[in-house]
């Protein structure tokens, strides 16, 4: 059951973390910090359970399922949906507008930026960089020239991969470490490269033991 916290303006956590329903926040934990921007609403929603280290900041309007737990220097901006079982680690920022599902993990210094949507049992890598801006510059609003990427359903991105603004990662597709992707990747492949290009199929991968490697994946 989801907690409505009605936080206009910035309101500290406890001086040491507190357990319960609510959750442990470390000293210097901020929920709540008033957005600059216009949002038409600074209500906060903190599902129970949630875990926040030192240095997270979470600003108000959003609405955030339960048990998030986040790493030290966190920012979680306004007017984002996140589902519950989201796991943000260290040095993270997930910009406003954004659409986030269940048991989501986003490891260390990632930037997710504004519309951006990712799906339910995602898992990213350390170190990725997304980009938005269509047209960097231009006269469009953001609303018209922005768009993050679509991560799909169970798709897992490698360490230190960057993509382009719009782009769509499709269901149980795996992006290799380093990847630079600038086109969209289909359901259930293996993509690496700068460009990222087509390498083979999941359900094709295999560990040292001969056992596939994502039995999970629903093609097999």
């Keep these: 059951m989801s907690t409505l916290l009605d936080l206009p303006r910035s309101a500290a956590a406890p001086a040491a973390p507190t357990a319960g329903a609510d959750g442990a926040w470390d000293p210097n934990v901020i929920v709540g910090y008033p957005p600059e921007r216009r949002v038409a609403s600074t209500e906060l929603v903190l ?15 959003s609405r955030i399922g339960a048990g998030l737990q986040t790493g030290h220097n966190v920012v979680i901006r306004e007017e984002n949906v996140i589902g519950d079982g989201v796991s943000v680690w260290s040095n993270t920022v997930i910009d406003y507008g954004c659409v986030i599902g269940d048991r989501v993990k986003i490891h260390s210094n990632v930037y997710v930026p504004q519309f951006s949507t990712i799906e339910d049992d995602v898992f990213i890598a350390p170190g990725c960089t997304f980009a938005n801006d269509m047209h960097p510059g231009c006269a469009c609003s953001e609303y018209e020239n922005m768009r993050g990427p679509t991560i799909r359903r169970g798709a897992r991105i490698g360490v230190n991969v960057t993509m382009t603004p719009g782009v769509e990662i499709g269901a149980y597709a795996l992006v290799g470490s380093g990847s630079v992707v600038t086109r969209d990747v289909p359901p259930g492949a293996v993509v690496a490269g700068s460009p990222a290009r087509v390498m083979k199929q999941t359900n094709e991968l295999r560990c040292f033991d001969g056992a596939a490697a994502y039995p999970g994946d629903p093609r097999e």
């Design 47 to 61: 599902g129970a359970g949630s875990r926040l280290r030192a240095g997270t900041i979470v600003y108000a309007g």
